[in-house]
């Protein structure tokens, strides 16, 4: 158990339709990030916040959003979900922003968008 | 840009075999850190280990070795006498950060790892 939590764990939706997801990270860890897991693109990063902020992006689509709250937890809201954004999306969170320091992943959240 | 390419996509062993994955990392930092997450059927990632660039010691834990080098832009993972347990996906990941601008992994494809008993 990385202390990293994650709700819900499944979610099945329809196209067209919103949805949020939920990250708790570690105690202490100040930074969360979100990566997406799909069969052809891999594991992709999608952002990064740190105590709050925006810290990086990656291919992230307009689509999506996130923000990180006062109490370090993060949301990554998907909306006008296509088939496409079926995926296995993952929270991760470490102690500080930079580069050196590992990350922890979360069970992740499986959406499934018919 | 960087790049993180895992040539072998599936490797199959028997039991108490031993087991190299390949991992081959391009970047044009000379600051970066190399990163193996295991990924079993339950599907969390789990850390394994963390390298920097400036530390090419090998590193040994239990059955589990790494060999980074520098020359070869590589950072392989060695199971010795590998047990069902084993079994799983294997991510190599490369992190470029830049001061303190970010931290942002680039996982390779994942070699799929299937101990048989």
């Known amino acids: 158990d990385s202390g990293v939590t994650q709700t819900p764990k499944h979610l099945i939706t329809a196209t067209g339709q919103r949805v949020t997801l939920r990250c708790s990270p570690r105690s202490g860890d100040l930074s969360v990030y979100w990566y997406q897991q799909s069969l052809d693109q891999g594991l992709q990063f999608l952002i990064q916040y740190y105590n709050g902020e925006e810290r990086a992006k990656g291919n992230i689509l307009e689509r999506f959003s996130a923000q990180q709250f006062p109490d370090l937890h993060s949301e990554l809201n998907l909306s006008s979900l296509e088939l496409g954004d079926s995926a296995l999306y993952f929270c991760?969170?470490?102690?500080?922003?930079?580069?050196?320091?590992?990350?922890?992943f979360g069970p992740g959240t499986r959406l499934t968008v018919t | 840009a960087q790049k993180v390419t895992q040539a072998q996509t599936e490797i199959s062993v028997v039991e108490k075999e031993d087991v190299t994955l390949d991992c081959v990392y391009e970047?044009?930092?000379?600051?970066?850190?190399l990163f193996w997450y295991k990924q079993p059927p339950s599907g969390e990632l789990v850390f394994l280990i963390r390298?920097?660039?400036?530390?090419?010691q090998n590193e040994i834990s239990g059955r589990y070795s790494w060999n980074f080098q520098k020359s070869t832009s590589s950072f392989n993972f060695t199971i010795t006498a590998s047990q069902v347990v084993d079994s799983a996906v294997y991510f190599c990941?490369?992190?470029?950060?830049?001061?303190?601008?970010?931290?942002?992994?680039?996982f390779g494809g994942g070699t799929r790892l299937m101990v048989k008993p």
């Open positions: 390298r920097n660039s400036f530390d090419e």
């Open positions: 990941a490369l992190s470029e950060p830049q001061h303190d601008a970010g931290n942002m992994l680039t």
């Open positions: 970047t044009r930092d000379t600051t970066y850190y």
């Open positions: 991760a969170s470490s102690r500080g922003g930079g580069g050196s320091y590992e990350q922890y």
